[in-house]
């Protein structure tokens, strides 16, 4: 798992080494040493991705989580919802899990609600405490373990993970105590993922439903365990509308389990008739083909423990009539892992990995542009100085006096400089402005259209708040693509850049080389900006479920006694279109596109006072050189020879430079012009 991310992630750090070794730090102007490089690697191998694995109890989903990262028996199978915990998986090199207990707070809340929550069964109605904690409680008393010795007590450390099922199983003595586990084990795919175990669907536990919630809403990808037998039944729909509902579709992945225990081919006929489910269509879960995947995580254990040599020791070595049955399905040479895996890496990157890479290549890129630059510019101070030294002495009074000239020529169009970024500031506001209203406009017309659509109650109960996550999602990607100008577009980013970059020039032209600020510009502004507009973007996704929650809330879903008269309907259906127009506008665009101005801003004025402030110093350094060798006007023939040494040497070592940066650009995969 993760095989091509990390093939790219390596790449980097070695380049990233390379910038080290090459001496591509410290430098100057934007104040970088070894020390940030090496902070840069870190941040980039300790980058982490979650994925959270649902489903319901009997689905199979800890055996096929002990195929996938343990090879053996680790994980016990809950018996009922009420009796599984959350387990959150991660790297250790030693194998060891850690009980995480109930506070008294939340020890007395639980048991209150369980209280009050009333179950019938036979025509009897009784309470989830008294049909199930209560006599959990027992058992752990019949073992010598009660309440107040275990609740409130700091996490617990075990490294004997056989003691596991004392924590986790239905009979554990500790199991009614346990708020999750924490489990540690050595493998390497636990080095960048956390996996997170949910309990099955239909929890009464306030807190362990309300954390895997949350888990879920973290997940770069997220694994719905269906079992084969009764795939997507209505328990499986109602986990999906509890804790889905707000998921980006393209993170779910649906891994159909125990395939070894059905027909695959009438299970296929089932699930692309289950695709055609209009609720499932309008959340447009299960569209995507490669979401579905066929496994049998039983065959994928057993296969792992024949080749570790350990199945004639465990509960199924001895049944050889189930191992040849199982073994004829074919789900033992080829359980499905492998392309599960596959399908989990290519949600992971598409999610999160694919922006992490990107961010890591602009900061190399950046590094090794501002080294040249800086080479560049210290080798054109040096043949400038060496131009001065050559003059003969009626020359360099004629010098000091056109510098003089040039000296106040500057001031003034460093003035003009400020002015014109200024300028180029109000254009791209309103460019911006513009951008944010088209693609405010379009999302309004799209849910406006799909809302229309609807035309009945039971319409709008089902639908309208997945049309309207789903649209925010889709122009969450669309307005990110257009802004840094990924799709075929005029983004405003590149706007500013360019005009930032094309005025620069032209001054720097104006002045013949007196300035060479201009290498790098575009990259250093389009990287502050994309890696701010991809956090901005992030944080409006936590915010699009809450926006559905705030109409519901408004009370815009209405009771069906009000909705069953069409001016109503209508009246309703309007009011929630202008609704959802204003929460859009007030709480979404308009925010990220003040926060994306003023970045800008902030950016392009420091650009105009670093010009400001070389040219300063440039025009301090002339006079100062003009002065000196007025001075000493018979030294300037062995100064000049100095000075061409100094030339020698920083070519070549310009010319070093550009090869290091070639083969740290052919190793990341990009282009980058200003080495040539």
């Known amino acids: 798992m993760l095989t091509n991310f990390k093939k790219e992630q390596e790449k980097l750090t070695q380049a990233y080494k390379k910038l080290i070794e090459y001496k591509f730090v410290p430098l100057q102007r934007r104040k970088i040493t ?14 982490r991705f979650i994925v959270s694995f649902c489903g319901q109890i009997k689905a199979g989903k800890s ?45 007395k809340e639980l048991k209150e609600t369980l209280k009050k929550e009333k179950i019938e069964e036979d025509g009897v109605t009784t309470t989830y405490f008294d049909k199930y904690l209560k006599p959990q409680l027992n058992n752990a008393i019949s073992h010598g373990i009660y309440e107040d010795d275990v609740i409130g007590k700091p996490k617990e450390t075990i490294k004997d993970l056989s003691k596991l099922d004392d924590y986790v199983g239905a009979k ?31 929890d009464p536990n306030p807190f362990r439903s309300k954390i895997t919630e949350n888990w879920i809403h973290k997940s770069n990808a997220v694994v719905y365990v269906v079992y084969a037998g009764q795939a997507f039944s209505t328990a499986d729909i109602e986990f999906i509308d509890k804790y889905l509902v707000g998921i980006d579709p393209d993170l779910l992945v649906f891994a159909v389990n125990k395939m070894d225990m059905v027909d695959k081919s009438e299970l296929e006929v089932w699930i692309n008739k289950v695709r055609e489910d209009k609720i ?44 040849e049955r199982l073994d004829e399905s074919g789900y033992i040479e080829n359980p499905g892992l492998e392309n599960l895996e596959k399908v989990i890496e290519k949600k992971i990157i598409k999610s999160k990995g694919k922006k992490l890479l990107a961010s890591h290549k602009a900061k190399i890129k950046g590094i090794i542009i501002d080294k040249i630059t800086e080479i560049k510019e210290e080798l054109r101070l040096l043949s400038k100085k060496l131009e001065f030294y050559s003059l003969k ?55 406006r259209k799909d809302l229309f659509n609807l035309s009945d109650f ?34 405003p980013i590149n706007h500013l850049t ?100 003023r970045i800008a801003q902030i950016q392009a004025n420091s650009i105009a006072q670093t010009i400001t402030k070389i040219i300063e110093n440039e ?32 070519e070549s070592t310009l010319q070093k430079y550009s090869e290091f940066a070639e083969q740290i650009s052919q190793l990341i995969e990009v282009e980058i012009d200003e080495i040539q």
């Open 34 to 47: 070894e020390k940030d490089i090496e902070e840069s690697i870190k941040e980039l191998q300790e980058a």
């Open 280 to 323: 499932l269509k309008a959340r447009r879960i299960m569209q995507d083909r490669d979401s579905v995947v066929y496994v049998s995580g039983l065959g994928g254990l057993i296969r792992k423990l024949y080749d570790a040599g350990k199945l004639e020791d465990s509960k199924y070595g001895e049944d050889n009539e189930f191992l």
């Open 172 to 202: 554990g003595k500790y199991m009614p105590f346990v708020k999750e586990i924490h489990l540690y084990w050595p493998n390497e795919i636990l080095k960048q993922i956390t996996v997170v175990d949910t309990p099955g669907t239909n």
């Open 619 to 650: 025009i301090s350094t002339i006079l100062h050189n003009l002065k000196e060798i007025q001075k000493s006007i018979e030294s300037n023939e062995h100064k000049a020879k100095d000075i061409q040494e100094q030339i020698k040497q920083l």
């Open 393 to 447: 002495k009626e020359e360099l009074e004629a010098e000091i006096k056109k510098y003089k000239t040039k000296e106040q020529e500057l001031a003034i169009k460093t003035r003009v400089l400020n002015d014109t970024v200024g300028e180029i500031l109000a254009e791209f506001k309103g460019k911006l402005q513009a951008f944010f209203y088209n693609i405010e406009r379009k999302l309004i017309a799209e849910i």
């Open 498 to 597: 360019d005009k930032i970059t094309e005025k620069l020039k032209a001054f720097e032209e104006e002045f013949q080389g007196t300035v060479v600020v201009t290498a790098g510009i575009k990259s250093q502004i389009y990287t502050e900006l994309t890696d701010k507009i991809g956090e901005l973007v992030k944080e409006t996704e936590v915010k699009t479920k809450s926006i559905a929650e705030e109409l519901s809330r408004l009370g815009f879903f209405g009771t069906l006694k009000f909705w069953k008269r069409e001016d109503e309907f209508k009246k309703r259906r309007d009011s929630l279109i202008t609704t959802i127009e204003q929460l859009v506008i007030k709480n979404y665009f308009w925010n990220i596109s003040d926060s994306i101005y």
């Open 63 to 107: 055996t096929l989580l002990n195929a996938l990262l343990f090879g053996e028996e680790i994980l016990p199978a809950a018996s009922t919802p009420h009796t599984a915990k959350i387990t959150i998986i991660n790297y250790a090199e030693e194998p060891y899990f850690e009980a995480v207990y109930y506070t008294e707070k939340e020890w």
């Open 458 to 491: 039971d319409d709008i109960r089902i639908n309208a708040t997945p049309i309207i996550i789903n649209a925010l999602i889709d122009y969450n990607n669309i307005l990110f693509s257009k802004l840094i100008g990924e799709s075929n577009y005029e983004s």
